[in-house]
């Protein structure tokens, strides 16, 4: 994808773009990538989500973008900003790996399935439809997000470059 324009969305961050950008996030295990987009308005917004749920939060003060819970809202309530709306909003998600292998399912180590369940549910909760996901596996991956065309690039060692 051409680099000019380039934003990049660290790890337990989030940015929107209007009109032209591309939002990139790199090492995505557990973590899930979710982007947003208003193609009528050509507002997109990239999450790079680490942890299912705030409630488990113990930093003082509270990073809104490392959660699922926190971080949508807020990356919805950027892109209304610049003119999107919720309701024209569509998803597209990437990550949520199971990276290790542990001897207990307990649910505290699924932290990629819980991840990519807990952005379901917040997208839900704003009927913001999937458009289409690369989630689950055991390997990591780099996403970019074209804000112009709304094409999601997922990069992985193990799988090459896909297109949603």
């Not at 990049?8 to 990538?33: P, Y």
């Amino acid at each position: 994808m051409i680099q000019e324009n380039l934003i990049k969305v660290g790890m337990a961050d989030l940015n929107v773009a209007h009109q032209t950008g591309v939002l990139k996030t790199t090492g995505l295990g557990s973590c899930v990538g979710l982007t947003l987009y208003d193609a009528r308005a050509k507002v997109a917004g990239m999450a790079h989500v680490m942890l299912p749920s705030s409630e488990i939060a113990r930093e003082g003060k509270l990073n809104i973008a490392k959660y699922a819970d926190t971080a949508l809202p807020e990356m919805i309530r950027q892109m209304e900003q610049l003119g999107a709306q919720a309701s024209r909003m569509a998803a597209k998600m990437a990550g949520g790996a199971q990276m290790f292998s542990f001897g207990s399912q307990s649910d505290t180590m699924r932290i990629g399935p819980r991840n990519v369940e807990s952005c379901k549910e917040v997208l839900a909760r704003y009927r913001i439809p999937i458009l289409g996901e690369d989630t689950g596996g055991n390997y990591g991956r780099t996403i970019e997000f074209d804000c112009v065309t709304g094409v999601l690039v997922i990069r992985s060692v193990q799988h090459g470059v896909k297109e949603l």
